[in-house]
């Protein structure tokens, strides 16, 4: 069965402290690795897709890359508003969309 | 925009009872989505539709059934509810096609079931 695991579980930082979160899968036919935002009591809201090793995709302070193994999202000098859970979720071979989501990532960023 | 609206925000039900949580999405998206969300299981995919009329087991089907009558309109449908379906859930929908696959949200419907 694919797997997405997300790490670290919760991560803490201050303002302006830059830090990554993980996102590795195990699917062999990776067609597509999603990001999201999701703040507390919210539904996810959508930030990203990268199709291929090597893709690189951009908005504001966050960025995400990926490798054939596992996707990263890089925040940059975060600020309090940045505070939220971010998940990721990989589509395989199933033709109908389906998404395999991670447990999330809990970010803090205190001022 | 996508807009994706779920029928209620905070539900609280009696164990046994009949329990319809609606969604309705506003972009003419092929499939729709229902998921339920729990702390430190993530997002875990109940049913899906790919068309009126149609629909998929997904995960975690066991005591849930669903409804899609008309395209912008999924309803998940607990037909005796427990107290292991207090959970978070989640509608989501995307084109479907060859298009993108991104599946947007809508706000979620917190369920406590007593």
């Known amino acids: 069965e694919d797997q997405v695991t997300q790490s670290p579980e919760a991560l803490r930082l201050q303002e302006g402290e830059s830090s990554s979160l993980n996102c590795s899968y195990t699917?062999?036919?990776?067609?597509?690795l999603f990001w999201y935002r999701q703040d507390p009591g919210k539904g996810p809201e959508f930030l990203f897709t990268?199709?291929?090793a090597g893709e690189e995709k951009e908005k504001e302070r966050l960025k995400a890359t990926l490798t054939k193994k596992e996707s990263f999202l890089h925040i940059t000098a975060p600020k309090p508003e940045d505070s939220a859970t971010y998940l990721c979720?990989?589509?395989?071979?199933?033709?109908?969309?389906?998404?395999?989501f991670g447990a999330g990532t809990q970010v803090v960023v205190t001022p | 925009d996508v807009k994706v609206t779920q029928s209620s925000r905070y539900l609280v039900k009696r164990t046994g009872e009949k329990v319809f949580l609606e969604c309705v999405q506003d972009?003419?998206?092929?499939?729709m989505f229902w998921y339920r969300q729990d702390p430190g299981l993530g997002l875990r995919l109940i049913y899906f539709?790919?068309?009126?009329?149609?629909?998929e087991k997904g995960d975690i089907p066991e005591g849930y059934s669903v409804s899609r009558e008309k395209k912008e309109r999924f309803s998940l449908i607990l037909e005796s509810a427990s107290t292991n379906q207090t959970s978070m859930y989640l509608c989501?929908?995307?084109?479907?096609?060859?298009?993108?696959?991104?599946?947007?949200f809508g706000p979620g419907t917190r369920l406590t079931v007593t």
């Open positions: 989501a929908s995307n084109p479907g096609g060859r298009m993108t696959y991104e599946q947007y």
């Open positions: 990268l199709y291929s």
């Open positions: 699917v062999s036919g990776l067609r597509g």
């Open positions: 979720a990989e589509r395989g071979t199933d033709s109908w969309g389906k998404l395999q």
């Open positions: 539709s790919y068309d009126v009329k149609m629909k």
């Open positions: 972009m003419d998206h092929e499939n």
